[in-house]
Antibody
Framework: QVQLVQSGAEVKKPGASVKVSCKAS????????ISWVRQAPGQGLEWMGW????????NYAQKLQGRVTMTTDTSTSTAYMELRSLRSDDTAVYYC???????????WGQGTMVTVSS | QSALTQPASVSGSPGQSITISCTGT?????????VSWYQQHPGKAPKLMIY???KRPSGVSNRFSGSKSGNTASLTISGLQAEDEADYYC???????????FGGGTKLTVL
């Protein structure tokens, strides 16, 4: 079946970096884009950025520009999201999601909890 | 502050219908037919319920419907059931440098 499986929970110190993976299966990886969405504890969803699995083009949320990098490895059908210079307010569950059309994220990963604490 | 405005909470009794609104601007909701709705139960990943304003993915109950008028989109759930109790988020494509924006979310309580 079509699914996205993410890497496990991470605990990082302020100033460190984290890299979360998202492995796709059940569909042609390069036919869809991947977006990353995060959710701080008790808060709503925040769109972080998008990457084309076809050609690697990216677009990042303005507030994360310069700290986030999204990449893909088409040989393993895996997307990656790296966030640098972590702060306490980066503590959140990070989701990857397949972009169905310009208007929808139809398949979601199970989420990866990233905790930033000294 | 979220880019799209949703009511913080709505409630209804089993069997009733409820509507959740999602208000944006002409740069997002009003400018494109790319509004989607997501259901999220506690501790779970969001689930796509409606896309392209009013389309239902395969497997989603026809009790869920979407519409749009001007800068406001709406999600209607008819025949409320206990399992519909969840948080609901709207999202829209936007012409700004950020491709997509979300609403702040609405907590649906089934009384």
């Amino acid at each position: 079946q079509v699914q996205l499986v993410q890497s496990g929970a991470e605990v990082k110190k302020p100033g460190a970096s984290v890299k979360v993976s998202c492995k796709a299966s059940g569909y042609t990886f390069t036919s869809y884009g991947i977006s990353w969405v995060r959710q701080a504890p008790g808060q709503g969803l925040e769109w972080m950025g998008w990457i084309s699995a076809y050609n690697g083009n990216t677009n990042y949320a303005q507030k994360l520009q310069g700290r986030v990098t999204m990449t893909t490895d088409t040989s393993t059908s895996t997307a990656y999201m790296e966030l640098r210079s972590l702060r306490s307010d980066d503590t959140a569950v990070y989701y990857c999601a397949r972009v169905l059309t310009m208007g929808a994220f139809d398949i979601w990963g199970q989420g990866t909890m990233v905790t930033v604490s000294s | 502050q979220s880019a799209l405005t949703q009511p913080a909470s709505v409630s209804g009794s089993p069997g009733q219908s409820i509507t959740i609104s999602c208000t944006g601007t002409s740069s997002d909701v009003g400018g494109y037919n790319y509004v989607s709705w997501y259901q999220q139960h506690p501790g779970k990943a969001p689930k796509l319920m409606i896309y392209d304003v009013s389309k239902r993915p395969s497997g989603v109950s026809n009790r869920f419907s979407g519409s749009k008028s001007g800068n406001t989109a709406s999600l209607t759930i008819s025949g409320l059931q206990a399992e519909d109790e969840a948080d609901y988020y709207c999202s829209s494509y936007t012409s700004s440098s950020t491709y997509w924006v979300f609403g702040g979310g609405t907590k649906l309580t089934v009384l």
